[in-house]
């Protein structure tokens, strides 16, 4: 049995980092495991202009751990009125892409895209200037079940945005059926996706086990297991489409244990040692170094990381909270014990 497990260092290409105290929180986590993240735009307000995106990478920098070298990789939130002449702002102040959140679809969604019609030139803007779409893939729609979301995301809104922009870089954000699975890998080379830990570890069945289970309470929701199986199959295939990001997304204990709770799990503390949980389970860990920290850089167009994180098995327990600012967290397997651990550098 592989006693240790030596990667490249790996990034997240899907993390929630907040603001001020919470940012303060959550962000050496982030920077012990990953040399690069790809940070939400969904601020409030949000991160609509290049101008946001610098002051925010600023504060992000400034709240690193001494000597983490660490490095935010921006987005700004696309909006029906994102002009076209931000684009060029954009990419000239290194963000690396524009986040699609369709009104009313997540959390801090209310100033999304309300009609995908309205964005064409930014969206031309984009394809120009090899800008990628971040794209959360859920329909908004009330009459739509929420199980079924994506997939009629996939048909309403992914198929003729694809068409359309046949140039354009997409990555479909936290996709969670087989349904996202199998139009990622029959997309061509400039469609991918990334997975998080939650939906590759937990079925919806999850939610309601032992009573309601707020803290794996997310968007886009936990579906059924051959969902998450179909996820499972496509992270550890090897295939460059699929690569790891964390949708780490913090709310403090008491948001979460509440009528009306939040949406969003904390994965960040230990997300490598989460998605190694799976792939063991999957007999793949030899796929892992390629999911977690190739795929997304290749994709991106980013050079790879040079140092090397390592991972040791040894029996561990996630700590049940950790604190976030005047708040506490539950992290994902908080209280759980897991079988591989970070070693620290
Ligand atoms: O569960 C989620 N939480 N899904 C999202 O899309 C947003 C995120 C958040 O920011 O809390
Ligand atoms: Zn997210």
Not at 167 to 184: A, D, M, S
Request: with cysteine.
């Amino acid at each position: 049995m592989v006693a240790t497990l030596t990667l490249t260092r790996p990034d997240d290409w899907h993390l929630h980092l907040r603001d001020g105290a919470a940012m303060a929180a959550v962000l050496p986590a982030s920077a012990r495991q990953f040399a690069r993240a790809v940070v939400m735009p969904n601020l409030r307000p949000p991160v609509t202009t290049a101008a946001q995106a610098i002051a925010y990478r600023e504060r992000i920098r400034a709240a690193r751990p001494a000597g983490s070298s660490f490095e935010p990789l921006m987005t700004l939130y696309l909006t029906d009125d994102t002009p076209p002449d931000e684009i060029g702002r954009a990419r000239q102040a290194g963000v690396v892409a524009l986040k699609l959140y369709p009104a009313g679809a997540t959390t801090n969604s209310d100033a999304g895209v309300t009609d995908l019609r309205k964005t064409r030139a930014t969206l031309e803007a984009m394809q120009r200037e090899g800008l990628p779409l971040l794209v959360h893939g859920e329909v908004s729609d009330p009459d739509v079940d929420l199980f079924d979301r994506e997939a009629v995301f996939i048909d309403r809104h992914l198929i003729p945005l694809r068409r359309d922009f046949p140039g354009l870089k997409i990555v479909f954000e936290h996709i969670t059926t087989r349904e996202g699975v199998q139009y990622v890998q029959g997309a061509g080379a400039l469609t991918a996706a990334t997975v998080t830990p939650q939906h590759l570890l937990y079925n919806r069945n999850a939610l309601f086990t032992g009573g309601l289970q707020p803290h794996l309470y997310c968007l886009p929701v936990l579906k059924a297991e051959v969902h998450r199986q179909a996820l499972v199959v496509a992270a550890t295939s090897g295939s460059p489409k699929f690569f790891l990001g964390t949708d780490s997304a913090p709310h403090a204990v008491h948001l979460k244990e509440h009528a009306g709770g939040h949406a969003g799990c904390y994965t960040a503390l230990c997300a490598l040692e989460l998605y190694a949980r799976v792939f063991d389970a999957a007999g793949a860990l030899d796929q892992l170094e390629g999911f977690a920290s190739f795929h997304g850089a290749d994709f991106y167009g980013l050079p790879r990381n040079r140092g090397t994180v390592t991972l040791r098995r040894e029996r561990w327990s996630v700590p049940e909270t950790v604190p976030f600012g005047e708040a506490t967290l539950k992290p994902l397997c908080g209280g759980e014990t897991l079988d591989w651990r970070l070693v620290a550098d």
